[in-house]
């Protein structure tokens, strides 16, 4: 009896031995390695998320930067075309003066003698003899009237030649002040300039320190995606794992259909019709709307298409879509687009 109880139990101690060394099944090991792959994602979002907070800020404090700079370039650029009219009117002044100093001579000499006539006409000796020579009452009072009015216009022409010079002198008084207070300004908002392009140069470099790795992050994420997404394939077309960067439109849009091609947002309208997919320029829900290269978007841009109007408060001639990176890098919005917006290129339907 004890031995056949003993028997029992070495046969049981080598079945449990048996068990332990027995490999795991296939099934089990793809269980047990996407198990760490969900752990690895969890720890790498954890860390962009916590790199992302900082990295908006470095962009907020970026764009600060970049604003004031255009700001202060716009001043600087507006001093500079005050001073460019300033010199420039000067130089019309100098020019003036110098024209005017002719005329100053000119005057003078027509001064003297009209000075000269007035005293012939008006002297003692003078006017008795116009007088004595004149035939008539009448003349007399004729050529004493001419000695009055060359007078006059003795008086009048030294008024306007001292109103002139003094005006003058006042307008290129004004313009050397006015030349000054503008160089100086330049030479302020130069210096301003100055530093802002540093301030921006080292909050750029502060800003990619961040940006870097976030974007490292991003594509370990995207890569983890893909190998947990087991590469399947649809209708024998090729892999619709997620192979596209984190964050972007293209890796949302991957997120909610098949996308089994590679390449930048622009360039998914080529490659959709060269893997048999159906394309058009009707909005239909579940299509991907494509957009070219323009503005601000080099890359282009992709949205799903979530509801076609008039539905689900959509007004006709329009469409909602959902995306990723239009309002901002890993943000998911949502907006209503007409279907003949700018830089829209058309839909990608299914599979052909």
């Not at 860390?47 to 004031?68: C, V």
């Not at 202060?72 to 100093?101: C, F, M, N, W």
């Not at 060269?274 to 058009?280: I, L, T, V, W």
Request: charged share 20%; glycine share 8%; aromatic share 8%.
């Amino acid at each position: 009896m004890r031995g056949t109880r003993k028997l029992a139990l070495i046969l049981g101690a080598l079945a449990a031995v048996a068990v332990s060394v027995v490999p795991f099944s296939p099934r089990a090991q793809a269980a047990t390695g996407n198990d760490a792959l969900r752990a690895r994602r969890a720890q790498l979002v954890a860390q962009l998320a916590t790199l992302l907070q900082s990295r908006s800020g470095a962009s907020s404090q970026l764009l600060a930067a970049e604003q004031a700079l255009t700001q202060v370039q716009s001043q600087l650029a507006a001093v500079q075309k005050r001073l460019s009219g300033a010199d420039a009117r000067l130089l019309t002044l100098s020019r003036q003066i110098s024209d005017d100093e002719h005329v100053v001579a000119d005057a003078r000499v027509q001064l003297s003698e009209l000075v000269r006539a007035t005293y012939e006409s008006s002297s003692a000796d003078g006017f008795v003899a116009a007088i004595l020579s004149a035939n008539d009452f009448n003349t007399v009072i004729d050529r004493v009237k001419g000695a009055a009015h060359v007078t006059d216009q003795v008086r009048q022409l030294g008024d306007r030649l001292r109103s002139r010079q003094t005006a003058l002198a006042q307008e290129r008084a004004q313009l050397q002040k006015d030349f000054a207070d503008a160089r100086s300004l330049e030479t302020q908002l130069g210096n301003e300039d100055n530093r802002m392009l540093a301030l921006v140069a080292q909050r750029d470099a502060a800003f990619r320190n961040l940006d870097g790795p976030a974007r490292a992050i991003a594509a370990q994420i995207a890569e983890i995606d893909l190998e947990l997404s087991g590469q399947q394939t649809v209708n024998g077309g090729g892999p619709c794992g997620n192979h596209f960067a984190f964050g972007y439109c293209t890796y949302y849009v991957a997120t909610r259909r098949c996308i089994p091609w590679f390449g930048d947002a622009w360039q998914w309208w080529g490659a959709a019709a060269s893997y048999g997919y159906a394309e058009g320029h009707v909005p239909q829900r579940g299509a991907v709307a494509v957009w070219g290269r323009y503005g601000s978007s080099p890359d282009g841009h992709v949205a799903y298409v979530e509801a076609v109007g008039p539905s689900n408060g959509v007004p006709a001639g329009s469409f909602l879509v959902s995306e990723m990176n239009y309002d901002g890098w890993d943000r998911v919005d949502r907006r209503v687009v007409a279907d003949n917006a700018p830089g829209l290129i058309g839909f990608i339907y299914g599979k052909a």
